[in-house]
């Protein structure tokens, strides 16, 4: 069994550690400045960000996600993106992410959120057979600079 909260600021090692392993498996990089700075705007609710930690029965960290409400120019509400999710290594398949997800979901409709959405690497098979599920799969391709 796995439990889904809010971060608070006694989360911070944990969500640290996992975060840290989050850029590894995307084989990224994130400054420390850049984290740092994250897990600030993450306990500060005017940012309108927050996070979420999955706990499993033992009380250890097993998978985070980042959520960030913003306005839309198509909706007169707003829309949660689901930025950041991660399930430890020895806990996938184990409905963590779903747990998260559904949890993120319960947050956006809180809030009132008319969309809650997210996006993953088209290899990552694994986390995409999950969102088939879960969510719609939409025609969009993401460009950025």
Known sequence: MVSVRPVV?????????????????????VSEEIIATTWRRLLDQDDNMTALIAVDDDGKAVGIAALVFHRSTWSAGWYCY????????????????????????AEADRRGADRTYWA?????????????????????VQYRR
């Open 120 to 140: 993953t690497q088209d290899n990552n098979a694994t986390a995409r057979k999950l969102y088939d599920r879960i969510g719609t799969l939409t025609e969009f």
């Open 9 to 29: 600021a006694s989360d911070e090692e944990a969500w640290l550690k996992l975060f840290r392993a989050y850029v590894v498996f995307y084989k990224a990089s």
């Open 82 to 105: 689901l930025e950041d999710l991660f399930v430890a290594s020895d806990a996938r398949g184990l409905g963590v992410g779903r747990a998260l997800i559904e949890a993120t979901y």
